[in-house]
């Protein structure tokens, strides 16, 4: 078992950084890929980035590539999400998750989730 902890969230305007953190009990956190997802009002959950076992690899969608940069400290227990020149559209309510497979995209592939944090845009 896995549980999954989001912080960091809040209000920011347009141009601004936020950076959320994940924390993850457990001793195992080192054998999962983390990923984070969003869910704007009324639309359904999206991937966001993801990063592997080790912090090697990582992958973005294409909206945030260059914005939104994943890592993680495995002595921590901790997955980041920096978030830098934000825009109205990047407000949702963002997710954390774990894989046991190596890296992966999809939601499906994610067996534990955190409760989310709510991230506001305002322009």
């Known amino acids: 078992q896995v549980q999954l902890v989001e912080s960091g969230g809040g209000l920011v305007q347009a141009g601004g950084s936020l950076r959320l953190s994940c924390a993850a009990s457990?001793?195992?956190?080192?054998?999962?890929?983390m990923g984070w997802f969003r869910q704007a009002p009324g639309k359904e959950r999206e991937f966001v980035a993801a990063?592997?076992?080790?912090?090697?690899?990582?992958t973005y969608t294409d909206s945030v590539k260059g914005r939104f940069t994943i890592s993680r400290d495995n002595a921590k227990n901790t997955v980041y999400l920096q978030m830098n020149i934000l825009k109205p559209e990047d407000t949702a309510t963002y997710y954390c998750?774990?894989?046991?497979?190596?890296?992966?995209?999809?939601?499906?592939?994610?067996?534990?989730w955190g409760q989310g944090t709510q991230v506001t845009v305002s322009s």
């Open positions: 998750a774990a894989s046991p497979l190596r890296i992966t995209v999809r939601m499906t592939d994610f067996d534990y």
């Open positions: 457990g001793r195992t956190f080192s054998s999962y890929s």
């Open positions: 990063v592997s076992r080790s912090g090697i690899s990582t």
